[in-house]
């Protein structure tokens, strides 16, 4: 897999880019969750959450009606996973609320382990 990182995207132009190079292909998805606890929160835990979402082949008229929707724009990636962008998505692996923002079960984990 690439090691692009996507951002959101700064223009619809950009946001145009990102979904023709995400189309039809997997992607990872990371995010980080840290708890800091114990005296001044010097102790931390930590995890990385790490999931696989798969674009079905987008056509142009798609990706242009999906950023005229301004739903990509301040959207990581010029996707959001529970917006309109999933009847995009063929496959996810991994955590569905991690690509959203927060993996709940892995959070969950970690605040048992305090």
């Given at each position: 897999m690439g090691r692009i990182i996507y951002g959101k995207p700064e223009t619809e132009k950009d946001?145009?880019?990102m979904l023709t190079e995400l189309s039809g292909q997997t992607h990872r998805?990371?995010?980080?969750?840290a708890v800091a606890y114990g005296a001044k929160g010097k102790k931390r835990l930590q995890l990385v959450s790490e999931?696989?979402?798969?674009?079905?082949n987008l056509?142009?008229?798609?990706?242009?009606a999906y950023v005229a929707s301004g739903e990509p724009m301040g959207k990581?990636?010029?996707y959001a996973v529970q917006g309109s962008a999933a009847m995009f998505i063929?496959?996810?692996?991994?955590?569905?609320?991690g690509i959203m923002g927060?993996?709940?079960y892995e959070t969950a984990q970690l605040l048992k382990r305090l």
């Open positions: 946001a145009v880019r998805v990371l995010t980080s969750v999931s696989k979402v798969t674009f079905d056509s142009k008229a798609q990706i242009t990581a990636g010029s063929r496959h996810i692996s991994g955590s569905y609320s927060l993996p709940l």
